[in-house]
């Protein structure tokens, strides 16, 4: 067999050297980015194929990403304006605001000065770590040394670019977050031509070539571009909420908002004369001083929760992408076991079939016969609209005001009649 071969080479490899010549090198069969995709499937939906070849679903779901990703631009993946994380340039860094920051898992935060669409930096959530809560620093000077415009942390990208492209944009310009762009919007004030339309980062353009949620261990469960689906954390994840340490801290916010001293004195005659489910109480200043102070306060900073289609809420300034029912003080339908009075702001109530629109201002209640009607479900429902002061009574508290006061009651009824029984004995003797 080898003679033979031998004998044949003498006479082929001289005819191959001619070929070769003539009709040039064999370029061989090429594919369409369609024809590959439809080859891929093709391996893997058929079971002997994908014996074969030892491609999986997963596989076949990362080479389609690869091939179709050149095809998506920036406006297909990017976060929408409407839906970004952000913070006002002016705002005060205090405790309850670093907490918001850190509850959001973001580590790079778009700031804005007036309007939304005005991104005049990035917060770098690592630099406020020596940040001190008690200075109440602006923002704006965090930026002046670190994450502002001017030094190169803020670059704009047209939203039609594809992702090939700004996958190179982040490599050269080393960053993980971009501006996106309207490229024929109208031009800005300092003369730039970007109508902000939304942000993009690495994270946006790896999970299209993934075509995957990739989710980290600070991250919300949420996809805010698709707030109705939950991103299931990785199988066999034992480790608790990240951000149940931030609890430990909790109380210095509380202590925030305890009420002053000439507070609850105007809170305590205010009930005492005004609310009859308090008459009782206010006979006994200090059994209801004492319910007062230890009842809960909570505030409701600039919340807009049907007014803004950001459905904005939370500390001065900050701008969260989801929309929180902790802003209700009573929803229809839902039992309430609480008292709220208004002590700053304004709460909006929506009653009725007709949905009959009124507000409260401060030194307003609602809901106070939560306090006696047990269960009790309002028909209506109750909002903050501003930034708001509640001051909210619970039901068993304010039951075990009122047997401290039975109790008080009681004895003060049995000092009179020993008082009673005493004065004879004494007249007697005289």
């Not at 003679?3 to 050297?17: D, E, G, H, Q």
């Not at 031509?193 to 999970?207: H, K, M, P, R, W």
């Not at 949420?222 to 430990?248: C, Q, Y």
């Amino acid at each position: 067999m080898k003679m033979f071969i031998a004998l044949l080479f003498v006479v082929a490899y001289p005819i191959s050297l001619i070929l070769d010549r003539i009709l040039g090198v064999d370029i061989g069969t090429f594919h369409t980015s369609d024809e590959l995709k439809h080859l891929v499937r093709v391996h893997v939906e058929n079971p002997e194929g994908a014996t074969e070849s030892g491609l999986n679903h997963q596989d076949a779901t990362m080479l389609t990403g690869v091939l179709e990703y050149k095809s998506l631009t920036v406006s297909d993946v990017m976060t929408t304006l409407d839906k970004v994380y952000m913070i006002d340039i002016s705002t005060k860094l205090s405790f309850p605001v670093l907490m918001e920051i850190y509850k959001s898992g973001f580590t790079r935060i778009p700031v804005y000065e007036g309007t939304r669409s005005n991104i005049v930096g990035i917060l770098f959530t690592k630099d406020l770590i020596l940040i001190d809560p008690d200075d109440e620093i602006e923002l704006s000077a965090l930026l002046a040394f670190h994450g502002g415009a001017h030094g190169g942390f803020l670059r704009y990208i047209s939203d039609t670019t594809t992702l090939d492209k700004v996958f190179i944009e982040f490599k050269n310009a080393r960053m993980h977050l971009l501006c996106a762009h309207d490229e024929h919007g109208p031009p800005r004030k300092d003369g730039l031509n970007a109508v902000v339309t939304g942000i993009i980062t690495l994270e946006d353009v790896l999970e299209a070539l993934l075509k995957d949620e990739i989710v980290d261990e600070t991250d919300n469960l949420v996809d805010v571009n698709e707030p109705s689906s939950i991103v299931e954390r990785r199988v066999g994840h034992r480790g608790a909420d990240p951000t149940k340490f931030l609890s430990v801290f909790e109380h210095k916010m509380v202590e925030d908002l305890k009420l002053g001293e000439n507070e609850v004195s105007a809170i305590q005659a205010f009930l005492s004369s005004n609310v009859p489910e308090f008459a009782t109480l206010g006979k006994y200043p200090k059994v209801l001083r004492k319910l007062i102070e230890t009842a809960k306060v909570e505030e409701h900073d600039e919340t807009s929760s049907s007014d803004s289609d950001n459905s904005t809420a939370g500390t001065p300034g900050v701008h969260r992408a989801r929309e929180y029912e902790e802003d209700l003080l009573f929803k229809p339908g839902k039992p309430s076991d609480h008292f709220a009075l208004v002590l700053q702001g304004q709460v909006r109530v929506f009653a009725g079939s007709e949905d009959f629109e009124s507000e409260l201002g401060p030194w307003s209640y609602i809901g106070q016969s939560a306090l006696t009607k047990e269960p009790y479900v309002p028909d209506f429902r109750a909002y903050s609209c501003s930034s708001t002061r509640v001051l909210l009574i619970n039901r068993t508290d304010y039951k075990a005001a009122l047997a401290s006061a039975a109790v008080k009651a009681m004895g003060a009824g049995a000092k009179r009649r020993l008082r009673e029984e005493v004065k004879p004995s004494a007249d007697t003797e005289d």
